[in-house]
């Protein structure tokens, strides 16, 4: 690249940081809205589960062994017993309301039954409606139930003589179970969901700034001006617009890794180095994607509308949610349309798995491709920018 052509290229990068400085929106829709993306998810997840979820009981027995029961479940960090209810139609009101999120029915006779070896039921009414929360309380009630069912097998077996601990366990728990959980020990959900919904965020904002900053240029009749500063060259002119937003959005996304890793310990099983380099990628090719999209329709108000719409569809066809294999193979082809979908194999290979970097090579190259598509309709936004610099000179000549 030849030195005229560099200085080209910083005269209109120059003037693009000015126009950055001097608009208040620039800062605020980038600066300030990813800032506050980040202090908004990292802290309203910060426990990683919810915990003390409100949840009812309705104790038809009223024993030892059912108030026995409801200090255990007030015991578990993610449940909270809120209410006691005289009937199941009151609880199932409050439920209605949204003031509980499950219901625990202990029946009449619940103790009696249960010494008498008769298998009482217990009963949970859990709102699903409320996914998480309703899952969550399911989970904990139905363990909490199965450490019950324990305790009073192991009160029966020691009644009947059966002592210590290497004879009690093989009846107890005749399989032992030995989880590990490899990317996620600790099921923390802010792990799960602020690793992809951040990208997200910043994703759709660096497809909202490419868009805007090219498509103002041309609503607002600026072309001749921008073109100026490039010497004509509507490559160089492409390229100053669009450096000033790839330093901010990267100094933004490498903020973000920092946060996520650094700050909050999030698992980090391989390189940060190729996680650097994945949100460079990712940077780059969603700027190429907001210039195919304002070169191939031109106009700024149908550009930011299809940019907003191909933003949020990418969050669904990521497959950080519903698993992209899940889907029917007629829609999973959609999946590697966009961008962050390669970003969330790399993240997930090198952050969680440890994978070695071999198996994500072809997930920076898919980001790679991306940086094509400016190409494709850099005929016709050569064109549209020069119809609007001779309109700009003709509107000046009238004048």
Excluded at 32 to 42: R, V
Excluded at 231 to 259: C, E, W
Excluded at 283 to 304: E, K, N, T
């Amino acid at each position: 690249m030849s030195n005229s052509i560099i200085q080209q290229i910083r005269n209109v990068a120059r003037r693009e940081w000015k126009r950055m400085l001097t608009h208040p929106v620039y800062l605020l829709s980038s600066i300030g809205a990813m800032l506050f993306c980040y202090l908004f998810f990292l802290t309203l997840m910060s426990e990683g589960l919810p915990r003390q979820l409100p949840i009812g009981i309705v104790d038809g027995d009223n024993s030892s062994m059912s108030r026995t029961l409801e200090r255990n479940v007030n015991a578990s960090p993610q449940v909270e017993i809120v209410g006691k209810y005289a009937s199941f139609t009151e609880a199932r009101k409050d439920m209605q309301k949204g003031r509980i999120y499950a219901i625990i029915d202990i029946a009449p006779g619940f103790q009696s039954d249960l010494l008498a070896n008769r298998q009482p039921s217990l009963s949970f009414y859990v709102n699903d409606v409320y996914l998480v929360a309703g899952s969550l309380s399911y989970k904990d009630l139905t363990y909490i139930s199965e450490l019950m069912t324990g305790f009073i097998l192991q009160q029966s077996l020691q009644a009947k003589g059966v002592t210590g601990e290497e004879n009690l366990m093989p009846i107890l728990q005749p399989i032992a179970m030995d989880t590990h959980q490899i990317g996620n020990p600790y099921t923390n959900y802010s792990v799960y969901l602020s690793n992809v919904l951040l990208p997200g965020v910043l994703q759709m904002l660096i497809i909202m700034f490419t868009i805007y900053a090219i498509g103002v240029e041309m609503k607002q009749g600026t072309t001749r001006e921008w073109l100026s500063r490039g010497n004509g060259s509507i490559l160089s002119a492409l390229t100053g617009k669009v450096v000033p937003h790839t330093v901010l959005f990267m100094l933004l996304g490498l903020l973000g890794l920092f946060l996520l890793y650094g700050v909050m310990g999030f698992p980090m099983n391989g390189s940060i180095a190729w996680m650097a380099l994945a949100m460079f990628l990712f940077v780059m090719a969603h700027q190429a994607i907001g210039i195919f999209i304002i070169g191939l329709l031109g106009r700024l108000r149908d550009s930011i509308s299809i940019g907003m719409f191909y933003s949020l569809l990418s969050v669904s066809f990521a497959g950080f949610t519903f698993p992209i294999e899940a889907m029917p193979r007629g829609v999973q082809i959609f999946s590697w349309l966009f961008p962050i979908r390669y970003y969330f194999k790399i993240y997930v290979n090198e952050a969680l798995n440890g994978a070695d970097i071999r198996y994500s090579l072809i997930y920076f190259a898919g980001m790679l491709a991306f940086l094509l598509l400016p190409f494709l309709v850099y005929p016709r936004l050569r064109n549209t920018i020069r119809q609007q610099d001779q309109s700009a000179i003709k509107k000046q000549q009238i004048q």
